[in-house]
């Protein structure tokens, strides 16, 4: 855990408590996104980004998403995700079909392949995220964490 004396607490500083806390996200967002692009590759041989589309992915195993939504929710250019997509198609991760309907639409979704690497990742992987938090943050920062995550999660979903 990092030691709490080089933490600088809210009241420090010029940063209101939003600000703070959102640069000491920043940090501990730094800390597992360096840490899981070892593990990623070691064990999924995978790049990070293709792995972040599988985990997207993964969330909706049942059902494909849209490549814009996957450009949009991930923030790169449609381009790069193309680039990114054939080289997962290519492993047997993903399957690319035409949108019925839209020409121009494409869907992405796992293959059973692809969903076992997940299943069988993402113990090892979630250690990963756990273990770089654990450095990063203390044990009340972490439960305060992911209690809220799921919540935010919740929100941002379109109704």
């Known amino acids: 855990m990092a030691d709490p004396s080089e933490c600088p607490s809210v009241s ?4 209101p408590p939003e600000l703070h806390a959102w640069m000491l996200l920043l940090a501990a967002t730094g800390a597992v996104e360096q840490e899981l692009r070892s593990a990623v590759k070691d064990g999924l041989d995978v790049s990070h980004d293709e792995f972040l589309v599988l985990c997207l992915l993964g969330a909706r195993p049942a059902e494909g998403v ?38 121009r639409g494409v869907e992405v979704t796992l293959t059973e392949k692809g969903r076992r690497l997940l299943a069988e990742s993402s113990g090892t992987l979630a250690a990963t995220v756990k273990e770089a938090l ?26």
């Open 12 to 15: 420090e500083g010029l940063l």
């Open 66 to 103: 849209r490549m814009t939504k996957i450009a949009e929710l991930l923030g790169r250019p449609k381009t790069r995700l193309t680039y990114q997509i054939a080289c997962l198609q290519h492993a047997g991760l993903v399957t690319r079909k035409s949108v019925c309907g839209d020409k």
């Open 134 to 159: 654990t450095r990063f943050m203390g044990a009340d920062q972490r439960e305060a964490l992911r209690a809220l995550l799921p919540d935010l999660a919740l929100e941002a979903r379109p109704e």
